[in-house]
């Protein structure tokens, strides 16, 4: 069995309650989503007091708890009929009855009633229907009542004592039973009128700290503050007795953790003394500093939630603007931790209704962000929730960005985009098909580049250990390559035939010592040749070395020609030159240098007659091949125009 209280809650809120109550869950509110599967696994008999809700709020709470038996009090100024095929029935609940209500101011009385007494009680029965709080008012008169007649017993005494007397001699000779009843008999009843509306009389035989908190109740409209507050609002010392003394008397009763008044009460009070605007003067004040108290435990916020909202509505009577703001921008956050979402709500709209009457434009704007937050809270699953929450920090924007606060405004609109992720329509996963032809790009734009463990490990130090080896080796090819290129520069090898000496590329034969070249209709031909000793070039693997050869016309046709290598630069930026290798029987000549720049291309001619070209001796064996690659121009100096030179 679960018992909840329903003052000043609404659907959600008993809802969150019955949660709380069947799951140890502290702290966490589920979605409208969440909540009904949570609570279909709840059977209990639930039993709700003082609820103000109509038949629809109450069928949405039956239908998320469907295996739980429901025993609804509505309250006094509930409505709302039910709807047609509801679970709940009304049953018209009577009163006590005649001898159970006897009994029952009885036992409150403290005594057994006398005849006359009897007699009254049963006409209260019969004007009240037998409701229990009458009686419970009841017995407080006839304790008033015994209070009179113990104030007369204790006259009498004094006066004997004093004075002395026959007839009070006889009087003290009498059972002391029977005198007091005689004194009481003096003292007369209320009439049933006034013991079917009480209050006014209850009211009189207060004690003065009793008073001050009820009138103080009044004001907050019927929430009395519970007792450890009562000091520091209405100077009280005592505010348990005083709060045990007003529900005794029928005029307060605890509900929810704290106290209120009774059925009645307040609207007689209310026109019988009207609000005290000076008992809540103060309440404002304290109420800000308490909730924000970092001792102040959420359970306790959640019990004087309804005094909050008492004191929030008491400052608006009493037209203290300043104090409304403070105590609603301090209490919603509050609230809203305590899981209280309905009492939040209305914080906020008071607070917002209290600020746009006032025409405070940047306390406007901030009540409208909070209660786009609270219905950002209730949009899953909740389509009126998502249009509350739009609308209010559209609102909440245009109002920041018109007094220019920019940070504020930043953040409703990061509410608002908030907001627009949950409107989105969920993706539905691909297919297990469409997974596999997902495209390459896709796959590779969701990895990240470079790889993180590829540079895993590295420090700097590290990093520049490896450049400089990189630096150390090209130096060293660098060198080599200068060595080798500077030391090249030899003849051709004998015995004839075709070798590559450096850089430089010597044709031959053993019957012909100038090598025969064939014309062809460029004016230049590049002359490919693998060397092994062009080493200079290709050491380091990223050198080629290039030599210019130039066919020049002898006085003789049995001279041949002859292949003149041009300088080329080397790796290290030096140029360097080969001589000629001369015919046989002809003097040696010095080698002409020829510019890097080509020459111009001629047109194409006949080609000239071509002796019979001499075979070429095949590589010696000796002579390894080079690694890289070099490329040999050559470009004609003469008349005639230029061949190809064969190569091995």
Not at 63 to 76: G, K
Not at 306 to 314: F, K, N, P
Not at 588 to 600: D, G, L, M
Request: net charge negative.
């Amino acid at each position: 069995m679960i018992q909840l209280c329903g003052h000043r809650r609404d659907a959600d809120d008993l809802a969150q309650d019955l949660f709380t109550a069947a799951f140890q869950a502290p702290g966490f509110r589920p979605d409208h989503t969440q909540l009904p599967e949570l609570l279909a696994t709840v059977g209990a008999v639930v039993v709700i007091d003082e609820v103000a809700q109509g038949g629809t709020e109450l069928e949405e709470l039956l239908a998320r708890a469907p295996e739980c038996a429901f025993l609804i009090a509505p309250a006094a100024d509930a409505a709302g009929a039910l709807p047609a095929g509801s679970r709940l029935e009304d049953h018209a609940i009577g009163g006590l009855t005649r001898p159970a209500c006897l009994a029952l101011t009885a036992r409150l009385a403290g005594r057994l009633l006398d005849e006359a007494e009897r007699s009254w009680a049963v006409d209260l029965w019969f004007e009240s229907q037998g409701l229990p709080l009458r009686f419970v008012q009841a017995a407080a008169l006839l304790r008033r009542r015994d209070l009179a007649v113990d104030t007369l017993l204790a006259a009498e005494e004094d006066r004997q004592s004093l004075f002395g007397g026959g007839e009070q001699e006889e009087a003290a000779d009498q059972d002391p039973a029977v005198r007091e009843a005689e004194l009481r008999a003096s003292v007369p009843l209320p009439s049933v009128a006034q013991a079917a509306a009480p209050t006014l009389l209850l009211i009189e035989g207060l004690g003065e700290a009793a008073e001050v908190v009820l009138r103080l109740a009044v004001t907050l409209g019927g929430e009395c503050p519970t007792a450890p507050h009562l000091p520091a609002l209405i100077d009280v010392d005592h505010g348990e007795s005083a709060l045990r003394e007003l529900v005794e008397c029928g005029l307060a009763e605890s509900i929810g953790g704290h106290h209120r008044l009774t059925e009645g009460v307040l609207k007689a009070l209310t026109a019988h003394w009207g609000p005290d605007e000076r008992s809540t003067e103060g309440a404002a004040q304290h109420f800000s500093w308490w909730v924000g108290h970092g001792s102040v435990s959420t359970e306790q916020i959640a019990a004087e939630a309804e005094v909050v909202l008492g004191a929030l509505h008491a400052d608006r009577s009493a037209g203290r603007t300043d104090a409304v703001l403070h105590l609603a921008r301090a209490a919603a956050p509050a609230l809203a931790l305590t899981l209280r979402w309905g009492a939040w709500r209305q914080v906020l709209e008071l607070g917002l209704e209290v600020a746009r009457q006032s025409g405070r434009s940047r306390e406007e704007a901030w009540f409208r962000h909070e209660l786009g937050a609270y219905w950002l809270c209730l949009a899953e699953g909740a389509p009126a929730g998502r249009t509350a929450a739009r609308s209010a920090l559209e609102a909440a924007c245009g109002l920041r960005g018109a007094a220019g606060d920019s940070r504020q405004l930043l953040a409703s609109r990061r509410l608002l985009t908030l907001l627009q992720e949950t409107e989105r329509v969920p993706v539905e996963p691909e297919a297990e098909t469409q997974a596999i032809r997902r495209p390459v790009i896709r796959v590779l734009a969701q990895r990240s580049w470079p790889p993180a463990g590829l540079l895993r490990g590295w420090s700097r130090r590290n990093a520049l250990l490896a450049v400089g080896g990189l630096v150390a080796l090209s130096a060293v090819g660098t060198a080599v390559a200068i060595g080798v290129s500077g030391g090249s520069g030899g003849t051709a090898p004998a015995g004839g035939g075709t070798g590559v000496n450096g850089s430089l590329l010597n044709v031959g034969g053993s019957g012909n010592t100038g090598a025969t070249a064939s014309a062809s209709g460029s004016a230049s031909a590049p002359a490919a040749a693998s060397a092994s000793d062009s080493a200079s070039a290709t050491a380091s693997g990223s050198a080629s070395a290039s030599a210019t050869v130039s066919v020049s016309p002898s006085a003789g046709a049995s001279r041949g020609r002859t292949a003149t290598p041009t300088a080329r630069p080397s790796a290290s930026g030096s140029a360097t030159s080969t001589p000629t290798q001369p015919a046989p029987g002809q003097p040696a000549q010095p080698a002409p240098t020829t510019t890097t720049a080509p020459p111009p291309v001629q047109p194409p001619s006949a080609p000239p007659t071509t002796p019979s070209k001499a075979p070429s001796a095949p590589p010696s064996p000796s002579s390894p091949t080079a690694s890289g690659s070099a490329s040999a121009s050559a470009s004609s100096t003469g008349s005639s125009p230029a061949a190809p030179v064969s190569s091995p």
